[in-house]
């Protein structure tokens, strides 16, 4: 119904301008015939040429609204895309530096995990053995540091050989150094050590998480044997999360660390959410790829749970901010690469009747943020004139409408 309301008013303003057209092109080759010459009449036709003029009525009808342009801080924007991933310090790859079955698993991918917590359990006959080599070598070193320090006095006391004393030292090093190298091995097994000192041994180790984060994959099920290295999981932890942005060659020189960046989610809501996330360029890769581009990555200001790593992101990086003349967006008329305004001409009295005149006036429009666009009026404009700010498509509109069926409107 609101539709067929505007364009029948659109239908009435056509008839009243063209019907106003004809009447002034009337009077104005009347006025022509008898005082051709009068340089009067002659600048009068010059004015009124190209304005489209509405009754008061026709003004209220539209709705048009007046303003100036206004000083607002206004930053030069480069758009670009990108994706959402994570720091490699944040992306974690589960292995085991020795094979085994995996008896069990309560992981599904998209599962919350903590740093610490039991991702998976291995059983292998290697485990069983490297703890028993492990209980006999520490005990060898207990009989060897014993009789290594029985050896030493008696070569105090110049009662044993020198050479026993120094194969009693040789066997605790070497037998030290065993005892530790067994002692990482199963530290990386995760074996409790304490448990293992009281000659407690396990067949089977815990496979734990090395940090807190969600489960992305899950590459093993129970009965499965693996094998040394083996990837068992894939861990992510969201928290830090950036954006890294494609930026043209051509582009990247206006970049700079430390600048904003306005991020929103490609098909978010089916294309039409408008939430913004808000970022800082924090670095900037000094190669340029293959394709002329350059990537640049930038952190988010807060955490968002709603992205993913892959996700894809169209950004804009504002490069710098200034102050300078705007209006809202609906005043400025874009047709191809040429933008216009309506300006106010004023109001005159015909037969009673008042007249509002504007006059499509050709601008150049810059960067547009938040509803407002830069424009620079033409010199002979004063900066301060009164311009259409709401109605000027419906104005354009009646322009247009009245050049295409051959009529003038003033």
């Known amino acids: 119904m609101k539709n067929i309301l505007r364009i029948n008013l659109l239908l009435l303003l056509l008839t009243a301008l063209a019907f106003s057209a004809c009447n002034r092109q009337t009077d104005t080759d009347t006025e022509e015939h008898h005082q051709q010459g009068e340089n009067h009449t002659d600048e009068h036709e010059e004015h009124a040429e190209g304005l489209v003029e509405l009754t008061d009525e026709q003004f209220k009808t539209v709705g048009i609204r007046l303003g100036s342009p206004e000083e607002r801080t206004l930053s030069n924007l480069i758009r670009v895309n990108g994706m959402v991933n994570v720091p490699p310090q944040q992306k974690v790859s589960v292995s085991t530096p020795y094979g085994g079955i ?38 060898q070193l207990e009989f060897q540091e014993q009789e290594y320090e ?37 530290a990386l097994l995760g074996v409790s050590m304490g448990e293992l000192a009281k000659g407690k041994i396990t067949r089977t180790v815990a496979v734990r998480s090395p940090i807190t984060g969600t489960v992305t994959e899950v590459n093993v099920n129970r009965g499965r044997f693996v094998n040394a290295n083996d990837i068992l999981f894939e861990l992510i932890n969201t928290a830090g ?6 930026v043209f060659e051509g582009d990247i020189a206006r970049v700079q660390v430390g600048q904003r960046v306005r991020l929103s989610v490609i098909g978010e809501n089916g294309g039409t959410s408008s939430h913004e996330r808000i970022g800082r360029v924090r ?80 601008v150049q429009a810059g960067v547009a943020e938040n509803g407002y666009q830069a424009v620079t009026l033409p010199a002979t404009i004063r900066k301060d004139a009164q311009v259409v700010i709401a109605g000027a498509y419906d104005l354009h509109s009646v322009l247009n409408n009245s050049e295409e069926v051959g009529g003038h409107v003033h």
């Open 102 to 139: 995996l008896t069990s698993t309560p992981l599904l991918p998209g599962q919350a995990v903590k740093q610490g917590q039991l991702l998976a359990m291995l059983e292998n006959p290697e485990f069983i053995r490297l703890q028993q080599e492990y209980l006999e070598t520490t005990s």
């Open 241 to 246: 999360l950036y954006a890294e942005l494609t």
């Open 283 to 362: 670095y900037i890769n000094r190669e340029t790829g293959a394709d002329r581009t350059v990537k640049v990555f930038a952190a988010l200001e807060k955490p968002d749970a709603a992205l993913r790593p892959g996700t894809f992101l169209k950004a804009l990086i504002e490069t710098q901010s200034a102050p300078q003349p705007a209006l809202p967006e609906a005043a400025v008329i874009k047709s191809g690469t040429v933008s216009q305004v309506f300006v106010y001409e004023g109001k005159e009295e015909h037969e009673g009747t008042v007249h509002h005149q504007f006059r499509p006036v050709a």
């Open 150 to 186: 029985r050896q030493r006095e008696l070569s105090r006391e110049n009662v044993g050989t020198l050479k026993t004393f120094q194969q009693a030292t040789s066997q605790v090093k070497i037998l030290r150094s065993r005892a530790e190298g067994l002692r990482q091995q199963l």
